[in-house]
């Protein structure tokens, strides 16, 4: 039942009069025992939802620190299986909701039916495929959501009103929107209120869908979106990944202080 | 799956974008969906423009300067015995490579949408110098992409592009050639759509930057079929087309006017790598698994991760892991056959051709193709004409073909 958990999710940050949190890290970076330590970490720290990234070296949405992360994971030799590992390992002791957000050749390469399989056992709570846009996804969303898996569809500034009212038409209980245009981790470059009405259209339409914000939030915005559903910081957290590494700290204790500031900027 | 006749090859693809419902297609994030509309019905309008088609080809013809030479290799014919061997002579497109048609659209295309900045990428560098010399032409900011590994192996390419004025950004990521360049560019368009347009240097990415390019380098087949009408008087009973493929660019351009004549064979000939090592650039040739890259679903050579693996090859052109959704509709239709050549073949070729020919000098990436000419020639009868697209000149790759051979230039 992770549909219900991850919609719970949303409830009880709600009740605390904020947005929830999301972090993304790229599973795997850097290495296996490292990145479960990270999501038990971001867990601690007070993280509602955590995205777990399946990383792809041909990716055409990350930017420079997600792709660092992501050459580290694969050069490390994670694959695909390793990522289930980590959530499995992960979701023993904590019930926090993890979604993977990754690239289509990664799932056809795993087989659309084995990834499906593997995401229910882990207890997998989303999906996000960067590029496998609506409504070619269509189908896979379906067979997602016959096993409570949610899909999460993708809307941008640029989705028109009519894509996006069909999107919304079809989509599952939460929708991601991504606030500008750009690949991951670029300065923002439009106003909180711009992006504030696009969420308000967004909900206008569809008041019963939890809609993520996405792309350039760091801990200087990220009280602009307390009153949003969710919001997402990602880049940051892998440049702190980074810095610890060349600087030979500790990245899970790092990058859970990192979320421990972002949730208290969420919630002050 | 089959092929339509009379109906041009870019047209056929379902409402979704997939030839043959299977390859292509637009599997692009969500911030581009808009832009790729929005070329798609420019682009849509302006094929059926005469305004437009008088524009293209004027450029083509007295910028470009179409058409190329059609040429009888009589001593090549004579040194192999067997078919007659023909060249079309693309390489003496202005610049050097039948990159310039796609490269004179496309910024025709970026001047119509009002914008002033196009951005490209770019392997052999061919495609960023022809999209480099047109942006000056056309007053249009130019931003290259391209492999590091690239950068420096066509050195020669990336001072024209900055002569011309373009920004050349060298990728550092993954294998730093083509593959990663693409990738790149298509971040950058990401950001950059409102304002920019965007260049894909080959048939490959989303569906109508495939359409796009095949329909540029038409010019190919379109003024080599007048050409062939003059030679013979008729089309030949027994013809063959051999074309390099990479991206697959000039195949289908040298191909699209001959693809409803089932007595023509037509073969492409993807980089085998070098003798003896089991990395290539040849997806169609290997049986490749399908997957996603840079927007299409095509052949693509990866790992059982989905991880694209990295390709080897002498030629910088050919060194991609994908191919053109074309190309992978016209192998599984069976129209078209295709090979592999290895580097130390299309280095062979090249001395071979050059020595005998002069005035024929191909890069790196048609040698490969004059490679298998020179394999099936000796064995075929002199009734078979046998034409090679030469799309490329050597010049950009003095320094490698040299150092191969051992001369210090």
């Keep these: 039942m992770t549909s219900s958990t991850l919609i719970k999710s949303f409830e009880r940050a709600k009740e605390d009069n904020r947005a929830a949190l999301l972090t993304y890290t790229v599973g795997g970076d850097p290495d296996k025992k490292t990145s479960l330590n990270i999501f038990k970490s971001i867990a601690e720290s007070g993280a509602d939802i955590i995205e777990c990234g399946l990383g792809h070296g041909a990716n055409i949405g990350d930017g420079g620190a997600i792709q660092d992360s992501t050459y580290r994971a694969l050069s490390g030799g994670i694959k695909t299986d390793d990522i289930f590992e ?20 990664k799932i056809m390469a795993y087989g659309e039916e084995d990834f499906l399989k593997k995401c229910i056992s882990s207890k997998v709570s ?68 711009e992006i504030k009405k696009r969420f308000n259209l967004i909900k206008k339409i569809s008041p019963d869908k939890k ?35 060349d600087e030979e700290l500790n990245p899970a204790t790092n990058v859970g202080n990192m979320v421990t500031d972002l949730k208290q900027k969420l919630s002050s | 799956m089959k092929l339509e006749k009379g109906i041009p090859l870019i047209d056929q ?30 682009f849509q309008k302006l094929r059926n423009d005469e305004t437009f088609i008088a524009e293209r080809d004027y450029y083509f013809k007295n910028f470009v300067g179409a058409p190329t030479p059609f040429i009888k290799l009589d001593n090549l014919t004579k040194h192999l015995g067997g078919a007659q061997i023909y060249c079309k002579l693309v390489s003496k497109a202005t610049g050097g490579a039948h990159k310039a048609y796609n490269a004179v659209v496309h910024s025709l295309i970026c001047k119509r949408l009002g914008k002033t900045y196009i951005g490209g990428d770019t392997g052999a560098g061919y495609a960023g110098k022809m999209l480099s010399m047109a942006a000056a032409k056309f007053n249009l900011k130019c931003k290259i992409f391209m492999g590091a590994k690239d950068v420096e192996r066509q050195s020669i390419n990336v001072f024209s592009m900055r002569s011309y004025g373009a920004e050349v950004v060298p990728v550092n990521s993954g294998s730093q050639t083509l593959v990663d360049a693409v990738s790149e560019c298509m971040r950058w368009w990401t950001s950059e759509n409102e304002e920019a347009h965007m260049c894909v240097g080959s048939t490959v990415g989303p569906t109508i930057f495939v359409k796009i390019c095949a329909w540029s380098t038409a010019q190919i087949s ?18 063959k087309l051999i074309n390099c493929v990479g991206g697959g660019s000039s195949a289908a351009g040298f191909w699209n006017e001959w693809i409803d004549y089932d007595n023509i064979e037509l073969i492409g000939v993807e980089a085998g790598g070098p003798e003896g090592s089991s990395k290539h650039a040849a997806p169609l040739t290997n049986d490749s698994p399908i997957g996603v890259l840079h927007g299409a679903t095509q052949y693509v ?42 580097d130390e073949e299309a280095i062979e070729a090249f001395q071979l051709v050059s020595k005998n020919e002069g005035f024929v000098s191909p890069s790196l990436e048609p040698s490969h193709a004059f490679a298998e000419a020179i394999k099936i020639a000796p064995k075929l009868s002199k009734d078979t004409i046998i034409v090679v697209d030469s799309c490329g000149d050597s010049a950009k790759d003095s320094k490698i073909i040299a150092e191969r051979l051992g001369y210090k230039i």
């Design chain 1, 86 to 105: 980590i959530i499995v390992d992960f979701k023993k002791d904590y019930a926090t909701d993890v979604i993977i957000m990754t690239y289509q050749n």
């Design chain 1, 126 to 193: 989303g999906i996000i495929c960067v590029d496998w846009p609506w409504p070619l996804n269509l189908d896979f969303a379906k067979k997602c959501k016959e096993n409570n898996i949610v899909f999460i569809q993708l809307l941008c500034p640029t989705t028109n009103e009519g894509r996006l009212k069909s999107i919304l038409n079809d989509a599952h209980e939460v929708v991601y929107y991504i606030s500008m245009l750009s690949t991951t981790g670029q300065k923002l470059k439009v106003s909180s209120d």
């Design chain 1, 211 to 245: 809609c993520i914000i996405g792309f350039g939030i760091t801990a200087d915005t990220i009280n602009d979106f307390k009153d949003t559903d969710a919001c997402v910081v990602g880049s940051a957290l892998c440049r702190e990944i980074t810095r610890s590494i």
């Design chain 2, 13 to 42: 693809h379902d409402e979704n974008g997939y030839w043959g419902g299977k390859f292509g297609g637009n599997q692009i994030a969500e911030s581009l969906n808009y832009p790729i509309e929005e070329l798609t019905r420019e």
């Design chain 2, 222 to 239: 379109r003024e080599m079929k007048k050409q062939v009408m003059d030679e013979f008087g008729e089309v030949p009973k027994d013809m």
């Design chain 2, 301 to 342: 050579i990866q790992d059982d991760q989905g991880e694209i693996e990295e390709t080897d090859s002498i030629s910088a052109g050919l060194d991609y892991p994908g191919v053109s959704p074309l190309h992978c509709f016209l192998k599984e239709t069976g129209r078209a056959r295709y090979t592999s050549a290895s």
